[in-house]
């Protein structure tokens, strides 16, 4: 079945207005809820008839775990919309850019900011690993910024379609696949194992030593010889890529860069204390701490 494109479209009180991203079967619009004029986007995912129950039933997965998670630096969800053969779900829209598009822009960023948005992401991580949800996409695209009135930069953390609970996470798919992106795989998945908390805090420290550098740990062509790297290649040295690193900051993301998940951090609670020792901008908005 190909893609039905729903931009001008008016389905369960909300209007589709333009493509904002998507890949595959799922397309994501930017819209408005026609009841108050409320700015949203609507992720709406095609549901093939030769996989129905199987794309059901994740889609229902993936609801379960986004209503769990209530917290400032991940994006709202509003409405659930069913209009076959569209399973939608519908979030408040934050304006802004993602750390991605950023690091397209000005290559990199600097160590304070760095630690600022690396702080609030953990501490987005930290509420949903408390909830047993893992990730298994953390990387720039994923996370998004916005400059409050105020001139303090706020991220969110998006994108929870492969997110899967700790006890239901497969390594390889169905399909012969891995999840994820293969230049953020901590070496346990790249192995085909199912991940777990201490991947995404491998993906937190791989995307942070590209914001800081400038270049990922492993600058490969093919995904296979990506993943092969991240089992066996020695972690590259973030001070030689970029000797104005903080010291500190170094250790941070090597501990985050372990091939053993129990080298790392021991939860993503411990890795946001790490951070917030490196912020040194005194008028910042309170990240809220885990218990």
Known sequence: MSTTYLTGTNLGGYSFEEIIGGSGPTVVYKGTRDSDRQAVVLKAHVIEPSTQAQETARFLRE??????????????????????????????????????????EETLIDVNRAAWLGLQVASALSCAHRLGIIHRDIKPDNIL???????????????????????????????????????????????????????????????????????????????????????????????????????????????????EPEDRFPDTRTLGKALKSLVQHPHREPVPEEP
Do not use: M, W
């Open 63 to 104: 609801i379960q775990l986004l209503r769990q998670l209530d917290h400032p630096h991940i994006p709202r969800l509003l409405d659930i919309l069913d209009e076959p053969p569209h399973k939608i779900v519908v979030f408040r829209l934050i304006p802004g850019v993602s750390l991605g598009q950023v690091l397209v």
């Open 145 to 259: 910024l916005r400059t409050l009135p105020n001139g303090v930069e706020k991220a969110y953390l998006t994108d929870f379609g492969l997110a899967k609970h700790q006890h239901e996470i497969e390594g390889i798919t169905a399909f012969g696949e891995i999840p994820g992106s293969p230049s953020y795989l901590a070496p346990e998945q790249a192995r085909g194992l199912p991940g777990q908390p201490e991947s995404d805090q491998y993906a937190l420290g791989v995307t942070f030593f590209r914001a800081l550098s400038g270049t990922l740990p492993y600058e490969k062509t093919h995904p296979l010889d990506i993943l092969a790297a991240q089992i066996s290649e020695p972690i590259p040295d973030l001070a030689l890529r970029a000797p104005e690193i903080p010291a500190p900051f170094v250790e941070i993301i090597h501990r985050c860069l372990q091939k």
